[in-house]
């Protein structure tokens, strides 16, 4: 059985033709949508996290609401800048928001991806050490993270506290155990797969990677997935990792399908520039049922995974969005074996 999430981008704007005009909107639909999604039996809600943009960002008190109003569906990011990032109190947050959860946070870190505004992370008080850049200062914070998770005690106590202290040195509280081996990377490139299995977290993929061989990009997103198997076995970690694919996934049942996303039938791979380098993009699926499955079947990323993250177009609305995901539960997942 495959695990079966969406992805939202968390999109506002003041078009007439979106369902989300402000921030407001956009977090209660996105609480929303993910109880319709639980109901349904979809088995995660992940959102993305921008900064300087009408998007999600602060992900944590959203992710800490759509907690306490499910009780089953995983909930989890896609991905938090880490350049941006305090480790300290983002475990503090981390922890909190996965006990109001009951432990179903699945929390995805990376570099991040081109930013709103020029280094933005300087906003936020951080900048690279000397001889580093912002990608050195992304991964020495999420080192931080990972080794505060660990919760073992770092901090000397006070001789005179306000509170009584428990013996020996303190950690951050409030600590939730085994939230560290659901800490996932976004990882664009083979070589970052691989630095991702080092490091012992799980692994996110999304629908570009920032290189290209020639080859399909489900080929070459089924490569980076096994390279990261194969390193995190000769790492030896204790607990078996996860891997996730995103997909942009329509399958289109009625009139009000055809009109959303039947001229995406025909979409392909699309090469590109990113941060100065060559990129792939994978493509749009969009059609009947039987044409879904038929094409999905040769993706060879996603029979590699064994979770799959659906893109959804937030700004139509949590109707619309629940629509598309039962259609996916319905009709295409149990043909394919994912149920």
Not at 84 to 96: H, I, K
Not at 271 to 300: C, H, M, N, S, W
């Given at each position: 059985m495959k695990k079966i999430g969406f992805l939202s981008f968390g999109h506002w704007s003041d078009s007439p033709h979106s369902q989300t005009r402000s921030a407001a909107d956009v977090l209660h639909q996105s609480i929303d949508l993910a109880v319709a999604a639980e109901e349904l039996g979809a088995d995660?809600?992940?959102?993305?996290?921008?900064?300087?943009?009408?998007?999600?960002?602060?992900?944590?008190?959203?992710?800490?609401?759509?907690?306490?109003?499910?009780?089953r569906i995983e909930i989890g990011t896609g991905v938090i800048d880490m350049r941006?990032?305090?480790?300290?109190?983002?475990?503090?947050?981390?922890?909190?928001t996965d006990l109001?959860?009951?432990?179903?946070?699945?929390?995805?870190?990376?570099?991040?991806?081109?930013?709103?505004?020029?280094?933005?992370?300087?906003?936020?008080?951080?900048?690279?050490?000397?001889?580093?850049?912002?990608?050195d200062m992304a991964r020495d914070h999420t080192r931080i993270f990972l080794d505060l998770?660990?919760?073992?005690?770092?901090?000397?106590?006070?001789?005179?506290?306000?509170?009584?202290?428990?013996?020996?040195?303190?950690?951050l509280e409030p600590h939730s155990e085994g939230l560290r081996q659901r800490i996932w990377w976004g990882a664009g490139t083979r070589a970052t797969a691989e630095w991702t299995a080092q490091q012992g977290m799980n692994l996110m993929s999304s629908t570009l990677l920032s290189e290209d061989t020639g080859v399909p990009f489900h080929e070459l997103q089924a490569e980076q997935i096994e390279r990261f198997r194969k390193?995190?076995?000769?790492?030896?970690?204790?607990?078996?990792?996860?891997?996730?694919?995103?997909?942009?996934?329509?399958?289109?049942?009625?009139?009000?399908?055809?009109?959303?996303?039947?001229r995406e039938g025909g979409s392909g791979d699309?090469?590109?520039?990113?941060?100065?380098?060559?990129?792939?993009?994978?493509?749009?699926?969009?059609?009947?049922?039987?044409?879904?499955?038929?094409?999905?079947?040769?993706?060879?990323a996603i029979a590699a995974a064994d979770t799959l993250l659906l893109t959804v177009p937030?700004?139509?609305?949590?109707?619309?969005?629940?629509?598309?995901?039962?259609?996916?539960?319905?009709?295409?997942?149990?043909?394919?074996?994912?149920r």
């Open positions: 995660g809600a992940y959102y993305r996290v921008h900064h300087f943009a009408n998007q999600l960002a602060s992900p944590f008190p959203l992710l800490a609401a759509v907690g306490a109003k499910t009780s941006y990032e305090n480790p300290f109190y983002m475990v503090e947050d981390a922890g909190s109001i959860a009951g432990g179903r946070l699945q929390l995805g870190v990376s570099r991040g991806s081109p930013e709103q505004v020029i280094e933005g992370y300087r906003y936020f008080g951080y900048a690279p050490a000397e001889g580093k850049d912002h990608g998770l660990e919760g073992k005690g770092f901090a000397q106590p006070n001789p005179s506290p306000m509170f009584p202290n428990p013996p020996g040195l303190l950690r390193t995190w076995s000769d790492a030896g970690h204790p607990f078996e990792p996860r891997v996730s694919v995103s997909r942009s996934i329509f399958p289109i049942v009625n009139e009000t399908d055809r009109m959303y996303f039947g699309q090469v590109g520039y990113l941060d100065g380098g060559k990129a792939r993009f994978g493509k749009t699926y969009a059609g009947t049922p039987d044409r879904l499955i038929e094409q999905l079947a040769q993706d060879e937030n700004q139509l609305g949590v109707d619309y969005n629940a629509h598309l995901l039962e259609s996916i539960l319905t009709h295409v997942a149990p043909e394919l074996g994912w």
